[in-house]
T-cell receptor
Framework: GDSVTQMEGPVTLSEEAFLTINCTYT??????LFWYVQYPGEGLQLLLK?????DKGSNKGFEATYRKETTSFHLEKGSVQVSDSAVYFC??????????FGAGTRLTVKP | EAQVTQNPRYLITVTGKKLTVTCSQN?????MSWYRQDPGLGLRQIYY???????DKGDVPEGYKVSRKEKRNFPLILESPSPNQTSLYFC?????????????FGPGTRLTVT
């Protein structure tokens, strides 16, 4: 069945470090791919998305490129801030199917 | 402001005492869904609804009920809660099911069953 696999956390970085959170997917169709972010005590909110191969989603300095050949959608940011500390979820969705989420990766950024 | 609201935000109850968690959206979305979030397991879908009076089971429906009598509301009912239903619950809505549609999430309800 359809699934999303994220790198296990937690991830701890110093401020201004480079961030990569790996995400790979398995799907029988051609999904749209999403990254959601969950700040402490809040619900999930969309960070970025990409709807077809080679698309790049970007927002708030975060980027992810839809790689069909490697079935991946890795999240990157060049310089993280303390305020980026959160849980990040990779997800896929397509056709008339329900969204599938990865297990989430907790990021902590230290000053 | 476009939003999904849930109530209550926090709830502590005892085994077997029926409870309802309410969910409401003001975006005229057709699709609504309930998830539970547990450490290491991510979000798992409990039930979803594609429109009024149309509901279906997700991945973990046992012990839960839902109803969709109005488009904006999608309550989650636990008729006889048990400790293994202690979790963080999220309601979400979307214009349609699937495709490239973003889901909008409520703030969450933290439920503890003793």
């Amino acid at each position: 069945g359809d699934s999303v696999t994220q790198m296990e956390g937690p991830v701890t970085l110093s401020e201004e470090a480079f961030l990569t959170i790996n995400c790979t997917y398995t799907a029988t169709g051609y999904p749209s791919l999403f990254w959601y972010v969950q700040y402490p005590g809040e619900g999930l909110q969309l960070l970025l998305k990409a709807t077809k191969a080679d698309d790049k989603g970007s927002n708030k300095g975060f980027e992810a490129t839809y790689r069909k050949e490697t079935t991946s959608f890795h999240l990157e940011k060049g310089s993280v801030q303390v305020s980026d500390s959160a849980v990040y979820f990779c997800a896929l969705s397509y056709n008339n199917n329900d969204m599938r989420f990865g297990a989430g990766t907790r990021l902590t950024v230290k000053p | 402001e476009a939003q999904v609201t849930q109530n209550p935000r926090y709830l502590i109850t005892v085994t077997g005492k029926k409870l309802t968690v309410t969910c409401s959206q003001n975006m005229n979305h057709e699709y609504m869904s309930w998830y539970r979030q547990d450490p290491g397991l991510g979000l798992r879908q409990i039930y979803y609804s594609m429109n009024v009076e149309v509901t279906d089971k997700g991945d973990v429906p046992e012990g839960y009920k839902v109803s969709r009598k109005e488009k904006r509301n999608f309550p989650l009912i636990l008729e006889s809660p048990s400790p293994n239903q202690t979790s963080l619950y999220f309601c979400a809505s979307s214009p349609r099911r699937g495709g490239s549609y973003e889901q909008y999430f409520g703030p969450g309800t933290r439920l503890t069953v003793t």
